[in-house]
């Protein structure tokens, strides 16, 4: 029983140790990657709103209500300009107009452009992307 196979046994046990630990990382690896992916996709959360701005003919600027707000510093301004059917081109010229003035509040805004109703409107919120 103790034949010329037992004298390399250990080798064959160590390798065989190294493949099975290289296997069970693999596998562990590639749920981590999967996790990842899916937690990836997931969009933020979105932040609490405070007040909302919609922009109508004869309101305050953007600037001007931002200034009524006093939410301090740290509240997130996001844009949000829909459009209709052939309307993109007017949604996007006016979330650019707000845009400016949020800029000049002193508010760099997250702006979106989305198919809607053709409504354009700021929401003033803390949820901070840099924060």
Same mark, same amino acid.
């Given at each position: 029983?103790? *034949?010329?196979?037992?004298?390399? +046994?250990?080798?064959?046990?160590?390798?065989?140790?190294?493949?099975?630990?290289? #296997?069970? =990382?693999?596998? %562990? /690896?590639?749920?981590?990657?999967?996790?990842? /992916?899916?937690?990836?996709?997931?969009?933020?959360? !979105? *932040?609490?709103?405070?007040?909302?701005?919609?922009? @109508?003919?004869? +309101? !305050?600027?953007?600037?001007?209500?931002?200034?009524?707000?006093? %939410?301090?510093? @740290?509240? %997130? #301004? =996001?844009?949000?300009?829909?459009?209709?059917?052939?309307?993109?081109?007017?949604?996007? %010229?006016?979330?650019?107009?707000?845009?400016? @003035?949020?800029?000049?509040? +002193?508010? !760099?805004?997250?702006?979106? #452009?989305? !198919?809607?109703? *053709?409504?354009?409107?700021?929401?003033?919120?803390?949820?901070?992307?840099?924060?």
């Amino acid at each position: 029983m103790t *034949g010329s196979g037992s004298r390399c +046994g250990w080798p064959v046990l160590l390798a065989d140790l190294a493949l099975i630990l290289f #296997v069970a =990382t693999a596998v %562990q /690896a590639s749920h981590s990657a999967e996790k990842a /992916a899916k937690a990836s996709h997931q969009p933020a959360a !979105p *932040g609490v709103p405070q007040a909302f701005y919609a922009a @109508e003919p004869g +309101g !305050p600027s953007l600037s001007d209500w931002i200034a009524l707000q006093g %939410q301090g510093d @740290e509240a %997130q #301004v =996001t844009i949000l300009s829909t459009y209709r059917p052939g309307g993109a081109d007017a949604a996007l %010229q006016k979330a650019e107009s707000l845009a400016r @003035e949020a800029e000049a509040a +002193g508010r !760099p805004p997250r702006v979106l #452009v989305e !198919p809607g109703d *053709g409504s354009a409107r700021a929401i003033l919120a803390y949820d901070d992307p840099k924060r």
